[in-house]
Every structure is written in C-alpha cells, then in structure tokens.
C-alpha cells in the first residue's frame, strides 16, 4: 500500500511539475539573457562606480571616506547579487518571455542600445555625465522621453525605496554601536527619515531622468522610438521590472553586510 501511495505521489507530482517546467525560464537561457543584455558587466562595475562617488563626495571627512570604500571592498559580491537577479527572473519569466527578449537582442538595434548602456555605467561616465548634466536637462523631448521610461519601469520608485533601505540600515548600525544605543528611539529616526526621502524624490528622479538621457545621447531619434516600443512589450516590462527587483534585493543585502563592516570598524 506504501508504495503504491509512493508511486501515486510520484505520478502527482511529475503531472504537477511538468508544465511548471515548461513555463519557468531556465538557468542557461537567463545566464545568456544577463550577457547579451549587460547586466553581468554592469554588475561587476558597481564597486568602482560606488567608490568613486565616494571619492568626489566632499562633504566626507577623509577618514570616513577610507573606512566606506574599504567596507566596499569586503562586502561587494557580485555572484550574490547574479544571483538575485537571476532568481527573481527564473521566478518571473517564462519560457516565451524568454525567447522574445532573447531574439531582440540579436538584431543590430538591440546591440547598438545595449553598447551604449554599457558604456554609460562606467565610473568614468558618472563623472562625464555629471559635468554634461545641465544640458541633457535642457534637452525637453529626452527628458520627456525618460520620464516615460522611468514610469514604465518604476525606476524611481525602485531607488526610493533602496535609498530609504541604506538610511535604515546605517541609523541601525549606528544606534547599535553607540554608547547611548537603549535610548535611541529607532522610530522617531525612521520617521524623520521617511520625512526627508519624500522631499528628495523629485531630486532622485531628475537624477534618474538626466541618466537616462545620457546612456541614450548618441542613439537616433528614430531607433530611440521603436525602442520604447519594445520596452512597452510585457515580456519586456517583465524582464526589467524583475531585474530591478532582484538587483534591490540583493543591494539590500550588501548594504546590511556593508553598515556591519562600517559598525565593527568603529566608523559609524
């Protein structure tokens, strides 16, 4: 009777599994989505990106600054944070969306975008993009054109959300280790904090906005439309808004590794 039940729960599950199977994106085929797309390359440069903001934040005392970039360095892991996306992207698409995202990347449009991205997300390019940021503002039809996107994606909302996580998470590391941490009422921070994330979402998402312009600044008017024509595609909403979501994870995960780090040095 036993195994009969066993043979029974065997048979379920295979008729279970089998279309959850065909429908999940498979590891091989994400793995070669990160590529073609960037994301791996990006990835691997966010250490530099992150340091060198450090580097040319002026209101950092010195010491602080050495003591940031140093937890930098012992807390980044780049395979956590594939893995984040790549989970959160296993979990959301599909085999088609799969196929549809991996097919537009193959055509010279894709490729050429894809360069540009790339090339935007060095440490170098923050910086260039930063001294050319006022007149990629005063360009109104990329703005407006980076508006859109950013609605589509929630990439502001996205980085409230992340930014709100590091404030937390530093007020925590520093009400851990300070000598008066029992009367530290973590409530009133956070809601002070809140409080003033609300009065910079308009500064964040001019940032995101200005960024966007400048990734995009050499791409045609022309190519730039029929590109938001795909990123209007579900699977590509998909796609990103997933990618997004994994890369918040994991940068929450850093971010507790890092304050930890900054906490045991004695810099916070």
Same mark, same amino acid.
Request: hydrophobic share 40%.
């Given at each position: 009777m036993q195994q009969v039940l066993k043979n029974h729960l065997i048979i379920l599950l295979l008729v279970v599994m089998a279309p959850l199977q065909a429908a999940m994106a498979s590891d091989d085929r994400i793995d070669e989505l990160l590529t073609v797309s960037g994301f791996d390359m990006q990835i691997q440069q *966010?250490? =530099?990106?992150?340091?060198? !903001?450090?580097?040319?934040e002026q209101q950092l005392p010195l010491n602080l600054k050495k003591a940031f970039i140093s937890a930098i360095d012992t807390s980044f892991d780049a395979q956590k944070f594939k893995n984040g996306v790549t989970t959160r992207l296993k979990t959301n698409l599909s085999e088609q969306d799969l196929s549809t995202i991996l097919a537009w990347y193959e055509t010279p449009e894709a490729q050429k975008i894809t360069a540009e991205e790339n090339a935007a997300s060095t440490p170098e390019a923050m910086m260039d993009m930063q001294m050319k940021a006022p007149t990629l503002i005063g360009d109104k039809d /990329? *703005? @407006? &054109? @980076?508006? /859109?996107v950013d609605s589509l994606m929630g990439a502001t909302d996205s980085a409230m959300s992340t930014q709100e996580y590091i404030g937390i998470a530093i007020l925590s590391a520093m009400a851990a280790t300070s000598a008066d941490a029992a009367g530290t009422d973590m409530d009133i921070?956070?809601?002070?904090?809140?409080?003033?994330?609300?009065?910079? /979402?308009?500064?964040?998402? =001019?940032? +995101?906005?200005?960024? !966007?312009?400048? !990734? #995009?600044?050499? +791409? =045609? =008017?022309?190519?730039? @439309?029929? #590109?938001?024509?795909?990123?209007?595609?579900?699977? &590509? +909403?998909? &796609?990103? /808004?997933?990618?997004l979501e994994g890369m918040n994870r994991s940068f929450e995960g850093f971010i507790s590794d890092w304050t930890y780090q900054l906490a045991q040095s004695g810099a916070l």
């Open positions: *966010m250490p =530099d990106v992150l340091k060198m !903001t450090l580097n040319h /990329r *703005m @407006a &054109f @980076a508006r /859109r921070m956070k809601s002070m904090l809140s409080s003033q994330m609300a009065q910079q /979402r308009q500064l964040v998402s =001019d940032q +995101i906005a200005v960024q !966007t312009v400048y !990734t #995009y600044r050499n +791409i =045609d =008017d022309t190519t730039l @439309a029929n #590109y938001e024509k795909v990123l209007n595609q579900p699977a &590509f +909403i998909n &796609f990103y /808004r997933s990618a």
